[in-house]
């Protein structure tokens, strides 16, 4: 079944703990991207990638990481997570081909509460 | 990418059509018309997307005005389960590198 997995669904972590949330996907897509959605602010992109080794900074990049060695998972990582990240977290995979880049799949959902 | 402009929130008999416009007046010709359903919570979905022409799948229709500056988005038959945000977006197609910009969206909410 072609899907995008995030683990974990749900985390509960301290200010400063640093973490790491994962992103798969099983469709061999080329890009891949994060978004964090709050009540209010609707859905904004955090990185996206293109390709493996490829990157860029989306609409709030601001005390993230990621990292795309493999084409197929693309980590998102918080060195020191603070109460302002709490928030659900999506990622999401897309085919350039055929103009298909605006087609995305997305995961369901890791819900990160930063104490 | 042109700005879409959707209702906060809509209802819907369950079993009747659900018809959800969207504003996008300033979409130029290149740009599609696509459209998402995030059901509470979840990630959203691809619905269906169009340029010009009028279109349809298994999920939905999509009717695109002839000047293009406005879309509907029809469920014939809305189910309890079409209960969702839904997001109308415009966008050169093949070329957003994957990024995509949800506004709010239009709530539809499918009631017995």
């Known amino acids: 079944e072609a899907q995008v997995t995030q683990n974990p669904r749900y985390l509960i972590t301290v200010t400063g703990k640093k973490l790491t949330v994962t992103c798969s996907q099983n469709?061999?897509?080329?890009?891949m991207s994060w978004y964090r959605q709050d009540p209010g602010l609707g859905l904004r992109q955090i990185y996206y990638s293109m390709n493996v080794e490829v990157t860029d900074k989306g609409d709030v990049p601001e005390g993230y990481k990621v990292s795309r060695k493999e084409k197929r998972n693309f980590p998102l990582i918080l060195e020191s997570p603070s109460p302002n990240q709490t928030s659900l977290y999506f990622c999401?995979?897309?085919?350039?081909?055929?103009?298909?880049?605006?087609?995305?799949?997305f995961g369901p959902g890791t819900r990160l509460l930063v104490l | 990418d042109a700005k879409t402009t959707q209702p906060p929130s809509m209802d819907c008999a369950e079993g009747r059509a659900a018809n959800l416009p969207c504003n996008h007046s300033?979409?130029?010709?290149?740009?599609?018309v696509y459209w998402y359903r995030q059901i509470h919570s979840q990630g959203p979905q691809y619905i269906i997307h169009g340029l010009k022409n009028n279109e349809t799948n298994e999920m939905a229709s999509l009717i695109i005005t002839e000047d293009r500056k406005s879309s509907t988005l029809i469920l014939p038959h809305a189910t309890l389960r079409d209960t969702a945000v839904y997001y109308c977006i415009a966008a050169r197609r093949g070329s957003t590198l994957g990024r995509l910009y949800f506004g709010r969206g239009t709530q539809l909410t499918v009631w017995p």
């Open positions: 469709m061999n897509h080329e890009y």
């Open positions: 300033t979409i130029s010709g290149n740009e599609y």
């Open positions: 999401a995979s897309s085919d350039p081909g055929q103009g298909k880049g605006e087609t995305q799949y």
